[in-house]
């Protein structure tokens, strides 16, 4: 059996901050890349400084993960408002029925032939 110790004492000046360096450029990428994903998602990405309090990291994650992101609601008004263009106006809104008006069961685009 190997009983081997690490001592750092062997390293040089420069791999300790050679390590060091790297490990900092790491964690900015990975800093940058939350950031991001917050933003992206429709928050502020001064919300990537919660990572620094301990308990409060944890359940905002959880808050994050399981919440309607603002996004995914804007998308989902955008989907709605579609559909109610590509279904054209209703009869309600330009008096379906009446002499001038679209009449019930005609073409929904004026331009479209039957």
Known sequence: MNNTTYDLSTWGV???VGVSLLGLAIWIVFLIAYIKIIS???YSGWWVLIMFVPIVNVIM???FAYKEWPIQRELKELRAWANQIQRGPG???FGG???GGPQPGGPQNPYQQR
């Open 91 to 93: 009869p309600q809104q």
């Open 97 to 99: 029925g009446r002499p």
């Open 14 to 16: 420069g791999a300790i």
């Open 40 to 42: 992206k998602a429709g």
């Open 61 to 63: 994650l959880l808050v």
